[in-house]
Structure formats: structure tokens, C-alpha cells
């Protein structure tokens, strides 16, 4: 089984890398770029008879830093 997992910054967290690509962006004269959160994304394959919650636990002990982050798992 194929998953994607988005990891983001929780609202309200300060995001040191969208800001510098937010000002990069206005400095390369794209205009209308309102906010930049940055955030990672990964790709994992799996056994297929992965439950839910090893993949929790996966992602809680080691792919987001859940104080600051969320994550949100795509089965694909």
C-alpha cells in the first residue's frame, strides 16, 4: 500500500521557511502571494496489511513533531 503523509505547522506556529520563500517569491516579482507555510511531505510504501494505527504510530513517534505539527495520511 502506497501512502502519502503531509506534515504542517500547526496555525499559529512561526514559520521561519515560508516566510523567506514568501519574501523570495515578492523579490522575484510574483505578486499576489498572499502566505507561505512550508511543511514536508513523505512517500512511504507499505505492507498492505498495515493497520491505522501502526501508521499512527509511525507518524507520532517519528515523521511529525505532533507539539508543533499536524499530519494528515493519504492512502493512495
Same mark, same amino acid.
Given at each position: 500500500?502506497?501512502?502519502?503523509?503531509?506534515?504542517? +505547522?500547526?496555525p499559529g506556529v512561526l =514559520?521561519?521557511?515560508g516566510r523567506a520563500i514568501h519574501? @523570495? +517569491?515578492?523579490?522575484l516579482g510574483f505578486a499576489g502571494v498572499e502566505d507561505v507555510? @512550508?511543511?514536508k511531505v513523505f512517500e512511504m510504501e507499505v505492507? =498492505? !496489511?498495515t493497520d491505522d494505527a501502526a501508521i !499512527? @504510530?509511525?507518524?507520532?513517534q517519528l515523521l511529525a513533531n505532533t507539539v508543533i505539527?499536524?499530519?494528515r495520511v493519504v492512502k493512495a
Open positions: 500500500m502506497k501512502l502519502q503523509i503531509f506534515v504542517t +505547522l500547526k =514559520d521561519p521557511q519574501h @523570495a +517569491l515578492g523579490s507555510r @512550508a511543511g505492507a =498492505d !496489511d !499512527d @504510530a509511525m507518524c507520532r505539527e499536524n499530519y
